[in-house]
């Protein structure tokens, strides 16, 4: 992966290019983290870090035009020594004629946004790094249950994708089926959303591809989720071994990210929706600071020492 296309950061934000000699397609970002053009203007460059996006505001833009005009060109050319990736001017500021020229000379694009530079700044550090983030693609299904985001995953045929549509029917919303993709926003945070190619598609077996969003209208589906909850399918087998009071939290990791597991097993009767709905619950109300199987825990402790005392007195 090359990185993000400018293009793409223009076409988000609705900005303009004044570089209109260089096709934004052909350049691409791998920073996502923004630079304010400022000490650098006054030729210090110590700590610079060039491969960011360089932002220019209000403060920036008097600056520059409060000196001469050899002065500008001056600090123009001493900053062009430097390969940088996208100029960006926000409050609809335009770049002088000549700053055109030069960064077109140094493939340099110089796009303008009318935002103001502090939101602008904001969004934009949020959307590049999400668009940057590392990405892995899993099978599975991600459906948004009451807020929590489960994945559903198991061997191919287990039932996912037929709990994710007793999920949709439900209330709940489809994010992604078979294939899901999953970034790591930051150590906390994995966001999981559907390939564009399978976007709000669902596969069952005997009838084939269903469009859920056609099917159950635009609020059975998500474009993207926090990955909060996993939930493995395996067939059940007589004798083994499953936790049965959830004392032990279990976990997956994705990206070096890790997050709450449960195995489910599989029988004919058990109808997985539902406990997926009460996995998600559940999983909220551990958030919340409270955990059913820790208050059976408490309970019987409390039982026990009762006995004791009974027994002793």
């Known amino acids: 992966m090359e990185g993000l296309q400018v293009s793409k950061v223009e076409k988000h934000f609705h900005m303009r290019n004044f570089t209109t000699g260089l096709n934004t397609g052909e350049f691409f970002l791998t920073d996502p983290d923004i630079n304010r053009l400022a000490l650098p203007l006054t030729g210090y460059f110590q700590y610079f870090r060039e491969e960011r996006i360089q932002l220019i505001g209000r403060v920036e833009y008097s600056y520059l035009m409060n000196q001469p005009k050899e002065k500008r060109i001056e600090i123009y050319r001493q900053l062009f020594h430097y390969k940088m990736p996208l100029i960006i001017f926000s409050r609809l500021l335009e770049p002088e004629q000549a700053l055109i020229e030069i960064a077109t000379e140094h493939n340099t694009p110089i796009l303008g946004t009318d935002q103001p ?3 602008f700044m904001a969004e934009m550090i949020y959307y590049t790094n999400r668009a940057l983030a590392p990405c892995i693609g899993i099978h599975g299904v991600l459906v948004d249950v009451y ?11 287990i039932g996912k994708s037929e709990a994710a549509l007793e999920l949709v029917r439900r209330g709940h919303r489809l994010v992604a ?15 999981g959303s559907a390939p564009d190619i399978t976007k709000h598609l669902l596969e069952l077996r005997g009838i084939g ?30 004798g083994a071994d499953f936790d049965r009071l ?3 939290e279990e976990y997956v990791e994705f990206l070096g990210n890790r997050v709450v597991c449960q195995s489910l097993p599989i029988r004919p009767g058990r ?28 309970r019987m402790q409390e039982q026990i020492e009762q006995k004791l005392k009974g027994e002793e007195s």
């Open 209 to 238: 591809i269903i469009n859920v969003r056609m099917l159950f209208g635009a609020e059975s589906i998500k474009e993207e989720q926090n990955i909060d909850l996993v939930i493995k399918l395996s067939e059940w087998k007589k």
């Open 117 to 119: 530079t502090g939101s």
């Open 271 to 298: 109808n997985v929706a539902v406990i997926a709905e009460v996995a998600a619950v559940n999983y909220r109300q551990k958030q919340m600071g409270y955990n059913a199987a820790e208050e059976l825990q408490r």
């Open 246 to 248: 959830g004392l032990e």
């Open 147 to 157: 807020g929590v985001g489960v994945l559903i995953m198991g061997e191919s045929g």
């Open 177 to 191: 089926d078979d294939a899901v993709e999953i970034r790591r926003i930051n150590e906390r945070t994995l966001k």
